[in-house]
């Protein structure tokens, strides 16, 4: 089993998303498996970790006042006025539009075989075949 495949067993072990059957399993595995077993322990600390940052005694509100204060401190903020920087936290959002790219046929009429210089590829490489062919028996 690959670490690929461990760590993401351990993702629905300790998110809870495994039946009865698989959780019992991975239980087992973890007694048996000391890599499995260190990869629930990783991923297990890390949630930890981010449920202790979690601060349930802030508002919303003084939260994206806090952000809002980290960003305007930051060195590419140092010409913008407050005023400028409160009216753009103040602005609405825009909506953003997918781009919708167009895109050409390829081939011209032949499909997918690359149309004129799909055929002189192949006729430069059917060549190439025939002269070692030839080369090779002539000599």
Not at 16 to 35: F, K, Q, S, Y
Not at 97 to 109: E, K, L, Y
Not at 133 to 138: A, C, E, K, S
Request: glycine share 8%; aromatic share 6%.
């Amino acid at each position: 089993m690959t670490i690929r495949d461990r760590m993401g067993r351990a993702e629905d072990y300790v998110l809870g998303l495994m039946d009865e059957t698989e959780r019992m399993r991975a239980e087992r595995d973890m007694v048996v498996d000391p890599e499995f077993r260190d990869c629930v322990l990783e991923l297990a600390q890390k949630l930890q970790r981010l449920h202790d940052m979690k601060r349930p005694d802030k508002s919303a509100d003084e939260a994206w006042n806090e952000i809002a204060a980290r960003i305007a401190e930051l060195p590419q903020m140092a010409g913008m006025s407050p005023e400028r920087l409160q009216a753009r936290q103040a602005a609405p959002a825009r909506p953003v539009r997918p781009r919708i790219v167009a895109r050409r046929p390829v081939g011209r009429g032949l499909g997918e075989t690359g149309g004129r210089r799909g055929l002189v590829v192949a006729f430069g490489v059917v060549a190439v075949f025939v002269i070692g062919y030839l080369v090779g028996y002539l000599r």
